[in-house]
């Protein structure tokens, strides 16, 4: 089992690139392999979860190429060319690969089956098993379609008008790639606006996208054509070094293009309501997305409430806002975040059960967390629990608390974010951190 040891450091400064957009990249992908031509893609992240995606899209009979310097090309000659895979198609660790997927595989006349590690096939799948089943396509699972493997016969497809009872991208995403195949339009209406790379990326390769409201819609049968991507930081991956440099008074860190797509930028957010000083500066578009320098100052935090309204565009930087709450004077309050049961693993009860023993006191409700922040942390021997946010938000706690924490299990952050460990300790150095093997 690896690990990390980490000291407290006594500032953060420098000018650091975080990888490329987690969701960005999935999203490349998969649009490429639909598209007619040659899309090229700069700053794609190469971690496990997107390496899992870009392995399936090869089983289908997409040709990639990954150059020296970076770049990916993808030859796309439309969906009708996806062939049927000759053995299961495995997503590891990522839910978005599996449920972008399934709508991709779900309007496709030919068997598959996708199944994932052990903790993805923990999550639920019913949300989007439903839709595409309604659409036309026959979906099983575990637990009547609850729970992958995911087995997958697809079908000419009907466009649907789908009310979804939650807001999630990866929902709404797998219905509108379901809806590029089907007959008539296709739209989905959320609660609240989730993160919407998937529209903005569409309209880059030529399709049609009409939004009203929470209600985002597209015509069938929609013809993509290749076109040139360039990926920005990954803001929950900057997220981590974000807290860390505006809770430590006297720090300052510049975060290179960032991306700030308003349905992510809940976490600037909350920091600024919490006293954080961020200021963006070179802000710009590239490829649909905006983009941004983030410059971050240390300052003294104070506890803020964090509403249901924010959750859908902050659901994967609670673990590290949490560290923020357990840093800032006085109570915050997360409510409305009743989806982050349904992660990688228990989000609420694992941030309550390992910020405790760090000395914040927390109390885990059935839809939040309530957290009193002010005291010094104090080190201790901490888990992942096989989650990678988990593994990087108390890695930045251990910069915060008195003598040595260890975080256990960080094997898992190769899933998003390949190079952390090293970052941290450019940014920090006097946290010294160290990987070991342990037993």
């Known amino acids: 089992m690896r690990s990390w040891v980490i000291h407290a450091s006594d500032q953060i400064r420098g000018s650091i690139r975080v990888p490329g957009d987690k969701?960005?990249?999935?999203?490349?992908?998969?649009?490429?392999?639909?598209?007619?031509?040659?899309?090229?893609?700069r700053g794609f992240l190469r971690s496990q979860d997107c390496l899992a995606t870009l392995a399936i899209l090869r089983a289908l009979g997409v040709e990639i190429t990954e150059s020296a310097d970076g770049r990916i090309e993808i030859c796309g000659r439309g969906p009708e060319e996806l062939r049927e895979p000759e053995t299961?198609?495995?997503?590891?660790?990522?839910?978005?690969?599996?449920?972008?997927?399934?709508?991709?595989?779900a309007g496709r006349p030919f068997f598959s089956v996708l199944t994932g590690d052990a903790s993805l096939r923990r999550r639920p799948m019913r949300r989007a098993v439903d839709p595409l089943t309604a659409m036309g396509a026959t979906l099983l699972g575990r637990a009547g379609g609850q729970y992958p493997p995911l087995a997958i016969q697809g079908r000419q497809l009907s466009g649907i008008a789908w009310p979804s009872p939650v807001a999630s991208a990866q929902v709404k995403s797998a219905i509108l790639l379901a809806g590029l195949q089907a007959t008539g339009e296709t739209s989905v209406t959320e609660?609240?606006?989730?993160?919407?790379?998937?529209?903005?990326?569409?309209?880059?390769?030529?399709?049609?996208?009409?939004?009203e409201g929470t209600t985002v819609s597209i015509p069938?049968?929609?013809?993509?054509?290749?076109?040139?991507?360039?990926?920005?930081?990954?803001?929950?991956?900057?997220?981590?070094?974000l807290i860390a440099a505006a809770a430590l008074?006297?720090?300052?860190?510049?975060?290179?293009?960032?991306?700030?797509?308003?349905?992510?930028?809940?976490?600037?957010?909350?920091?600024?309501?919490?006293?954080?000083?961020?200021?963006?500066?070179?802000?710009?578009?590239?490829?649909?997305?905006?983009?941004?320098?983030?410059?971050?100052?240390?300052?003294r935090f104070r506890g803020a409430k964090v509403g249901a309204e924010l959750i859908p565009r902050l659901l994967d930087e609670i673990p590290a806002l949490a560290i923020a709450a357990g840093l800032a004077e006085g109570e915050t309050v997360i409510?409305?975040?009743?989806?982050?049961?349904?992660?990688?693993?228990?989000?609420?009860?694992?941030?309550?059960?390992?910020l405790a023993k760090l000395g914040i006191q927390v109390a885990e409700e059935r839809e939040g967390l309530r957290i009193v922040g002010g005291r010094r942390l104090r080190g201790a021997v901490v888990r992942s629990r096989g989650d990678h946010r988990m593994a990087m938000a108390l890695a930045v706690a251990g910069l915060f608390a008195d003598g040595e924490t260890r975080v256990q299990d960080v094997a898992c952050v190769?899933?998003?974010?390949?190079?952390?460990?090293?970052?941290?300790?450019?940014?920090?150095?006097?946290?010294?951190?160290?990987?070991?093997?342990?037993a």
């Open 23 to 41: 969701s960005i990249s999935h999203r490349s992908l998969l649009l490429g392999a639909l598209a007619h031509g040659t899309t090229e893609v």
């Open 88 to 105: 299961v198609l495995d997503a590891g660790n990522s839910g978005t690969t599996l449920r972008l997927l399934a709508g991709i595989l």
């Open 191 to 211: 609660p609240m606006l989730s993160r919407d790379h998937t529209e903005r990326m569409l309209t880059a390769f030529g399709v049609s996208v009409r939004r």
């Open 220 to 241: 069938g049968e929609a013809r993509l054509h290749a076109t040139n991507l360039a990926v920005p930081g990954d803001l929950s991956s900057a997220a981590f070094f």
């Open 249 to 299: 008074p006297g720090s300052e860190l510049l975060i290179r293009d960032a991306g700030i797509n308003p349905t992510r930028t809940g976490v600037l957010e909350v920091l600024e309501a919490m006293g954080a000083r961020v200021t963006r500066e070179r802000e710009r578009s590239e490829g649909g997305e905006p983009v941004a320098d983030l410059r971050i100052r240390g300052a």
């Open 335 to 354: 409510s409305g975040a009743a989806e982050l049961r349904a992660k990688e693993v228990d989000r609420l009860s694992a941030v309550a059960g390992e």
């Open 414 to 438: 190769e899933t998003s974010f390949p190079g952390f460990a090293e970052l941290l300790a450019e940014v920090a150095p006097g946290c010294g951190i160290q990987e070991i093997e342990e």
